[in-house]
């Protein structure tokens, strides 16, 4: 026996039934299920190891109970802080031949997104060996970390080899996997330097807005080398805790060398736009000493080794420009070969390149002034 078809009127007020039902909040599960594993990274040194922990900030706030307020700029306050050191002591397990040892917070931050659910937090911890280590040096590891998530899991990496842990699982590391030899520490040090520009997006900002008004591969060159001088020597400073300037001060500087470098070139092609080639090279280098600071806060998270210290840091700056040199030569042929099709479009009434700068050039002003405000007032 057939039934009547329902009207649309009355398929469409079901449907929008059914959507509501879906959308409307579930008791059952007060926080989203983790989608993403802890990324623990392990550096071994003669007489440390230093661990830098990373996933969604969702998955620390509610492990250590960190509220809005203890949140300052893209750091956290003291207190919230000793919960995380606490906290990860009590269920990421380090044990040195059976000897458990304690890590010692030495960076938490806050690494926001604009969509704050893939929103991240950065931990680096300091694990100081034995003074009279024993044994053979086998390292064992167990994880419950975010034990409240039903399907949490740890990834541990260390000198190119990865574990995968589940909740309250072990993993034995091999000794000859936490051998230090310089070529370890160098091609570490360097894959740091490599990832800390490529996960750094207001230093590739400030890479690209250089290189809007960059009009021959020669400028481009001596600009980017009198930058890469000024970085070397505060590099090395700031790594070596000769001179160490706070992370948020930091960070608010290279944010208003954004904004400069934008507002700058929103006078391109015009009069006293003329002379942006002949200072540059100078404002530029300038700036380079305040992201050199920046760039050595990966070297003070990690820790230098004893041993091939200069190597390191060298090798450290090394990945440094590779990632710089990287950005270059992506982004310059790009925007050769855009410049080139704008100047045949504007022979028929179409935009005008400096046209085109001024347009990319507020977005960089508008991202630096985003970021000056995150840093500034949190």
Not at 53 to 74: L, M, S
Not at 152 to 169: A, F
Request: with cysteine; charged share 15%; net charge positive.
């Amino acid at each position: 026996m057939f039934t009547r078809p329902r009207s649309l009127l009355a398929l469409a007020l079901s449907l929008a039934a059914d959507l509501v039902a879906l959308a409307a909040p579930r008791p059952a599960q007060a926080h989203p299920l983790q989608v993403e594993p802890v990324i623990v990274t392990i550096y071994p040194q003669q007489t440390f190891l230093s661990a830098i922990i990373t996933g969604n900030i969702q998955d620390i706030t509610v492990g250590c109970n960190i509220t809005p307020a203890e949140h300052v700029g893209d750091a956290f306050t003291k207190p919230a802080e000793a919960r995380v050191e606490k906290y990860i002591n009590d269920h990421f397990q380090m044990k040195l031949d059976g000897v458990p040892l304690t890590g010692r917070l030495t960076e938490f931050s806050y690494q926001a997104q604009m969509d704050p659910t893939k929103s991240r937090y950065h931990l680096s911890l300091r694990y100081d060996k034995a003074a009279k280590a024993a044994g053979k040096g086998v390292l064992t590891l167990t994880s419950t970390l975010f034990d409240y998530l039903p399907n949490s899991k740890t990834v541990i990496s260390i000198n190119g080899v990865q574990k995968t842990l589940m909740h309250g699982e072990a993993t034995t590391i091999d000794p000859s996997q936490l051998a230090v030899n310089l070529l370890h520490n160098l091609y570490d040090f360097c894959l740091l330097g490599i990832n800390h520009i490529f996960t750094g997006p207001d230093h590739m900002l400030f890479i690209v807005g250089l290189l809007l008004v960059s009009a021959n591969l020669h400028g481009l060159i001596k600009t980017l080398t009198g930058f890469t001088i000024a970085h070397s020597i505060t590099l090395a400073l700031s790594g070596l805790s000769i001179v160490v300037i706070p992370n948020r001060i930091c960070d608010i500087f290279i944010a208003l060398s954004i904004i400069y470098v934008g507002v700058e070139n929103l006078f391109y092609g015009t009069p006293r736009g003329v002379n942006i080639a002949r200072h540059r090279f100078w404002i530029v280098s300038s700036f380079g000493l305040v992201h050199g600071f920046g760039f050595s806060d990966t070297l003070r998270e990690v820790g230098l080794p004893q041993q091939g210290l200069a190597w390191c840091l060298l090798s450290f700056n090394a990945g440094v420009e590779i990632a710089q040199v990287t950005i270059c030569c992506l982004v310059f042929p790009l925007l050769m070969l855009w410049r080139r099709d704008v100047d045949k479009r504007a022979q028929y009434g179409g935009i005008s390149w400096p046209t085109v700068i001024r347009v990319c050039s507020m977005w960089v002003v508008l991202m630096g002034g985003y970021w000056l405000i995150q840093r500034t007032v949190g």
